[in-house]
């Protein structure tokens, strides 16, 4: 079972910048991000999978940009123009199996590693 440990969380105001790290303790070669608000559901916002293809959410298109450094078993959430509905509980979310299936990118379920979760607060 693969580990994942997310890093970079933390408070900005809206319009700021900040950048969340997940790393992975073995090669995973599809790696989304998630995040949660208080009473709201948890959604998907990115993904990168090993082939280059990227993935995001309507409402961070433009704004967030996944990448991902193979070699290091890292994957990056740049984020910038923050808003305060991007206030959430972000989670790195990993799949280190071989066969992807009809999973989709933006499921929970399509990723059977997670990480604990880094905090990102967007103060108005």
């Known amino acids: 079972q693969v580990q994942v440990v997310e890093s970079g969380g933390g408070s900005v105001q809206a319009g700021g910048s900040l950048t969340l790290s997940c790393a992975a303790s073995?090669?995973?070669?599809?790696v989304a991000w998630f995040r949660q608000a208080p009473g709201k559901e948890r959604e998907a916002v990115a993904a990168v999978f090993s082939d280059g293809s990227t993935y995001y959410a309507d409402s961070v298109k433009g704004r967030f940009t996944i990448s991902q450094d193979i070699a290091k078993n890292t994957v990056t959430l740049q984020m910038s123009s923050l808003k305060p509905e991007d206030t959430a509980m972000y989670y790195c979310a990993a799949d280190f199996r071989t066969f992807w299936g009809g999973a989709t990118w933006y499921t929970a379920s399509s990723y059977p590693a997670w990480g604990q979760g880094t905090q990102v607060t967007v103060s108005s």
């Open positions: 073995g090669y995973c070669p599809r």
